[in-house]
């Protein structure tokens, strides 16, 4: 997925059983959720589904079962946000890079589950999905990097534990530059945006969204979800909702 994936585990989370059969278990349990996913749906592998449908090679209704679940929450939320976000690039490619991030998350997240791991974090790429606490209750706390310089943080925030929510995705310049389509002309007024929310999906996609959408998406997101938004203008200046203000 061009990207970096961790998992963070408290040393309570080791205890009872040889660290190094639960470190193990539950690195490769995350590995092969990215790898399976990523052989299908990455467009940096040539031979990937998603590569040869973007060369014509396959077509969706010729798509596998996997390929066509995605591409169908992708677009249920391109219904949700107004054609904001869309699992198409402008020359009408299927392109599911902003939802498969999020959902190999999710999915990583139910492989700890399955192994009885009821305290750990996962960070891909900046996308964070936490479960239970690093120690004594307490939340884990994630870093948002400055997009303009990438030696400081622009701000944290609580997840999991005593916190609200458990996800924080990230989208925009820092990491690879101009990537994201923009509903109008011209580049995003947003150069980066954070969204924080229950679900790693959601967070996922209205980060991408309000990138794209500008204020008019940054104002539907926060109306119609219970997500906390931080958005870095060009400019350096911050737009938050109360929860990353506090």
């Not at 798509?63 to 107004?82: E, I, K, N, Q, V």
């Not at 790693?200 to 990138?211: K, R």
Request: aromatic content about 6%; some cysteine; proline content about 4%.
């Amino acid at each position: 997925m061009g990207t970096v994936i961790s998992l963070s585990l408290p040393a309570g989370a080791l205890s009872g059983t040889p660290r190094e059969r639960v470190l193990d278990n539950a690195t490769a349990a995350v590995g092969r959720v990215f790898a399976g996913l990523d052989r299908t749906f990455s467009l940096y592998r040539p031979q990937s589904e998603a590569s040869r449908m973007a060369r014509g090679e396959v077509t969706l209704r010729g798509a596998s079962a996997a390929m066509r679940a995605r591409y169908a929450d992708a677009a249920g939320w391109r219904l949700l946000t107004g054609g904001t976000f869309t699992p198409e690039r402008p020359d009408g490619v299927p392109d599911l890079s902003g939802i498969i991030k999020g959902y190999a998350l999710r999915q990583a997240g139910a492989a700890l589950g399955g192994l009885q791991l009821e305290d750990w974090c996962l960070n891909a790429g900046g996308d964070v999905l936490v479960c239970g606490s690093p120690g004594s209750g307490a939340p884990w706390q994630a870093g948002i990097v400055h997009p303009q310089d990438r030696r400081r943080l622009v701000s944290g925030f609580s997840l999991g534990g005593s916190a609200r929510f458990a996800a924080l995705a990230t989208s925009g310049t820092a990491e690879r530059g101009d990537h994201i389509w923009t509903a109008g002309a011209g580049r995003s007024e947003f150069c980066q945006v954070s969204v924080a929310a229950a679900d790693i999906v959601a967070a996922d996609v209205l980060a991408t969204a309000i990138v794209a959408g500008g204020r008019t998406m940054l104002d539907r997101a926060t109306d119609c979800w219970d997500v906390e938004v931080l958005a870095v203008l060009r400019s350096g200046d911050l737009l938050g909702t109360p929860g990353f203000r506090a």
